[in-house]
């Protein structure tokens, strides 16, 4: 092996290197010191540190020309995303001492925004926002510990254990975390992390699913032996961390690790009794399975419908049929997700929240008629009421709650105009399609990309081209009313007002003048009435058809 071919071997890691030969490694140059002497004590190597080749946030050059005196170390995330080859948008930094001086001193330099986070463990906040909005974090913290050692063996998992120090380029690895990180695993730093903090339970999910790493064995046990402790945690940081799983990649197959761990009954108690839970066809899944489907389904959906997705990037022809029936909504779909109800947590997210529970009162309304067919009466309205509770319990605004009760409580809509498109091969009418916008208004979006994704969770692999046409058909169809045509069958401007019927028609003011404003309204949508002049005449009639009296 040549010295290029050492070099490639050990970077990024500390060598002891004795007469020209590297002897032993490690992730710190004691570690690697220890591991010389193991095996040559009476020996004194050279400890020197191999370099690589890393991708680094531009801003840590930044820090490190304002702080050229300064101890301090870049860790944590943003360390293990240059073992990935990704730029961290957060950038944490740890010295050993006084971290809000060091944030405020970085602050002034960069003419950045500036927050003292923890007066107490004197963690301070800079906050950049770039050209193009887009917002950088950097926190400056003092070690969480005696020293950096420590602070780093008192972290979540070893691949988040790293240091990288500003000013030798070099990298500190004391759990041989960068291993981790080359074997795709996720592994505790000590066996009391998960009961330290039962969050990181979430957390390890979370990190397996989006770097598509695996949790090792011994960890898994740990977190099982942890899982009760959740209920310990605040509703805020069990929802923050359970809404970054729902908007990260593969939410399916996180919320399936949470509940074979036995996360549910500590975390969302309503969706343990989902599993096993039988269902009649066109249902090929329980509503367990099902539920995990949709999720996967819906991730597809948003995928293929998502700005600079192409064609190309599947051999699925459903999702091929996807992209070329609504596929010219992208820039409209991505407008919509762009109007979070709330700062801190997309509407991506509540989406894929929705959709696990949109099913959740189905094992309680379970029947079974005469014939051995299995029905869920009411279960969309009585599911509404129960997920909104659910995101009431996480502390989730007042207006996340009411989408979500909106979605559940109406997402069989979207199923009654499929199947008339389906067997009839009439599209819904301007009277149904007005009520469904009127009845869901924003969530009409969502309740018609949930649609898609559950239609192909119930059929799964026994669904046909021309039952999927159809159901596009509808989807095409909804989504042209509300994008294109709004003023037409969704929000018609009003003809008349309140004032103008009481006055003119010598009607007492109450509830009916309402209900004739909206009756009006729908009567424009279907196209009935276009003029006041033929709003006036509805009026009258619709007054006599509902015995309203005068003044």
């Known amino acids: 092996m040549d010295d290029k071919d050492t070099a490639s071997s050990y970077a990024g890691r500390w060598v002891a290197r004795l007469r020209g030969r590297i002897i032993a490694q490690g992730g710190t140059p004691e570690l690697a010191r220890r591991a010389a002497k193991s095996s040559r004590h009476k020996e004194n190597p050279e400890i020197i540190y191999m370099p690589a080749m890393f991708s680094l946030h531009p801003l840590v050059d930044k820090v490190r020309e304002i702080l050229p005196d300064e101890e301090i170390y870049l860790v944590g995330g943003a360390v293990r995303d240059m073992f990935l080859n990704r730029l961290s948008p957060d950038l944490d930094f740890a010295a050993p001492s006084d971290g809000i001086f060091l944030a405020r001193k970085v602050a002034n330099a960069l003419k950045a925004d500036f927050l003292a986070l923890d007066e107490e463990r004197g963690t301070g906040r800079v906050l ?45 690895d004391p759990l041989e975390g960068g291993q981790d990180i080359r074997t795709r695993r996720i592994r505790a730093c000590s066996p009391a992390s998960f009961k330290d903090d039962p969050v990181r339970i979430l957390r390890a999910v ?21 899982v009760s402790q959740i209920e310990r945690v605040s509703p805020e940081r069990q929802r923050d961390e359970l809404f970054r799983i ?28 989902m599993k096993g839970v039988e269902q009649s066809e066109p249902h090929v899944h329980d509503v367990w399975a099902h539920t995990l489907t949709v999720l996967q389904y819906l991730e597809n959906t948003l995928s293929a419908l998502a700005i600079g997705y192409s064609a190309d990037n599947t051999n699925d022809m459903f999702t091929g049929l996807l992209t070329l029936r609504i596929g010219r909504y992208r820039e409209q779909l991505a407008g919509h997700f762009s109007k979070a109800l709330n ?10 929240f929705t959709a696990l529970y949109h099913d959740v009162q189905k094992p309680e309304t379970k029947t079974i008629d005469e014939t051995g067919r299995i029905r869920f009466f009411d279960h969309d309205v009585l599911g509404a009421q129960v997920a909104a509770s659910r995101a009431e319990a996480l502390h989730l605004s007042n207006d996340e709650a009411d989408r979500v009760k909106t979605i559940v409580a109406n997402h069989m809509r ?28 924003e969530a009409s979006v969502d309740l018609i990309l949930l649609g898609l994704a559950d239609l192909r969770g119930t059929r799964a692999h026994a669904l046909t081209q021309s039952s999927w046409t159809a159901t596009l058909d509808v989807a095409r169809i909804l989504l042209e009313n509300y994008f294109e045509k709004p003023q037409e069958t ?62």
Do not use: C
């Open 246 to 273: 729902l908007d990260g990649p593969k939410p399916d197959a996180a919320m399936r690790a949470l509940e074979m761990l036995g996360v549910f009954p500590h975390l969302l108690p309503e969706l343990s009794a």
């Open 206 to 226: 979370r990190q397996a699913a989006a770097f598509g790493f695996r949790i090792e064995k011994e960890t898994r046990e740990l977190m099982k032996q942890a």
């Open 490 to 551: 969704i929000a018609p401007p009003r003809l008349l007002n309140g004032h103008e019927l009481m006055r003119d028609l010598d009607l007492e003011s109450g509830p009916a003048i309402g209900q004739l404003l909206e009756a009006i309204r729908e009567e424009q949508a279907i196209g009935k009435v276009e003029t006041r002049e033929q709003a006036f005449a509805f009026a009258r009639t619709w007054m006599l058809d509902n015995e309203v009296e005068h003044e």
């Open 343 to 352: 700062p801190e947590r997309s509407l991506r997210a509540l989406l894929f």
């Open 128 to 172: 950049m926002t770039q050209e193009d909005g887009a917002r950088i974090i950097l926190d400056f913290a003092t070690y969480r510990g005696v020293d950096l050692d420590a602070d780093l063996r008192g972290r979540d998992f070893t691949i988040n254990a790293l240091a990288f120090d500003l000013h030798s380029q070099s990298i500190l």
């Open 414 to 441: 979207f199923h009654f105009f499929t199947s008339r498109m389906e067997a009839e091969k009439k599209g819904p009418s301007r009277k149904a399609m007005y009520r469904f916008f009127r009845d869901s208004g």
